[in-house]
């Protein structure tokens, strides 16, 4: 597998800290100082399959293709305005494909869980080019007047194309299931023979928990794929790091010994955007200029469930 193309879109309103301090108890202090995080995209007239759309578009052409030349979409998603049919299907009559499609929700870890399984198709020799969509509305899970939890997130999407290559070094995937330290029950149907009332909630989170865990257990996944790849340190340009909060990151950073200028970082202008966040940051850096080819990339997501994902990817573009 190697990655031929990106691509990323967000909604046009940016809500500052400031803007949240209206009508919650915290502060842009607070915030800044916790999480890094200084304003989040939100939607307003967009549906998530609007992002979704554009991302993928963008990077179908920055792969240089069409629509008509992909032959599998993966889409990652956690939650949109539709339980069926999947975000996928809508995504490939949107941009006029007509190849099979599905979701994954593998939580935040869900853009690397997409690269693995496209490695599998690409491998298997079932598939040229596979578009991965990671598209995101987490701020549609939370309640907005839990001060823990809604200034944490924002909505977005990123996209890659993928297609035959030897850029995937390793891949490390791992499913703990610990679902008390983050979910969200969702409300469905009543039905005549239900028994008991039903709970629905919004986003639970145990911040702590959730902060500790994915320190450790991205540290863990990093070195051991380093160790098992044989890749020093010293060859890894960038760490592209799920973007959930600066100090989970700098944590990370600093458990591997590693300098700030390789831990590149967006989650001061967007939030934590769920599984968008890599595929998002990743897509600003290749545009920026900041990737060149045969670059070394070691990514790591983690999230509910408990998921991480973790891969080391060479550029080749
Ligand atoms: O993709 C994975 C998804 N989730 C995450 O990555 C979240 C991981 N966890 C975190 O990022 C951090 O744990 C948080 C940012 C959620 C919280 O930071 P913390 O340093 O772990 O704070 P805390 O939970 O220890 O809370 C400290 C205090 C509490 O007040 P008391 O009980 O000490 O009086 C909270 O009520 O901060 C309070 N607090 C706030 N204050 C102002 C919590 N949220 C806010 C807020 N504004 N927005």
């Not at 500790?212 to 060859?235: R, Y």
């Amino acid at each position: 597998m190697k990655i031929l193309g990106t691509g990323c879109a967000s909604p046009s309103l940016a809500v500052t800290n400031k803007m949240l301090e209206e009508f919650l108890d915290t502060s842009d202090e607070w915030i800044t100082e916790r999480t890094g995080i200084k304003e989040r995209r939100l939607m307003t007239s967009e549906h998530l399959l609007d992002l979704a759309v554009e991302a993928a578009r963008k990077a179908i052409d920055d792969a240089g293709m069409t629509a008509a030349d992909l032959d599998y979409i993966i889409c990652s998603n956690v939650v949109n305005e539709y339980s069926t049919p999947a975000l996928s299907c809508l995504i490939q009559g949107a941009i006029g494909a007509t190849c099979p499609c599905l979701d994954i929700n593998a939580a935040c870890a869900g853009f690397i869980f997409a690269l693995d399984m496209a490695e599998d198709k690409l491998r298997a020799g079932k598939a040229e080019n596979i578009l991965i969509v990671c598209a995101e509305e987490p701020t549609r899970m939370v309640d907005w007047n839990d001060r823990n939890t809604c200034v944490l997130f924002g909505d977005g999407a990123g996209a890659a194309v993928v297609g035959r290559g030897d850029a995937m070094k390793t891949v490390r995937l791992t499913t703990s299931s610990r679902k008390e330290v983050l979910y969200q029950v969702r409300r469905l149907e009543p039905t005549p023979y239900l028994d008991g009332e039903r709970e629905f909630a919004p986003l639970v989170m145990k911040g702590r928990d959730v902060f500790k865990t994915a320190v450790s257990s991205s540290t863990a996944d990093i070195k051991a794929m380093l160790a098992e790849t044989g890749i020093d340190p010293s060859q890894v340009k960038y760490y592209v790091l799920h973007q959930a909060n600066e100090r989970i990151i700098d944590s990370i950073r600093g458990l591997l010994g590693e300098q700030p200028e390789k831990f590149p970082h967006n989650v001061e202008r967007y939030g934590n955007t769920s599984s968008a966040s890599v595929p998002i940051l990743l897509d600003e850096m290749s545009r920026a200029g900041k990737l060149s080819k045969g670059d070394i990339l070691v990514m790591s997501a983690f999230g509910a469930g408990f998921t991480t994902a973790g891969c080391i990817l060479e550029w080749t573009k």
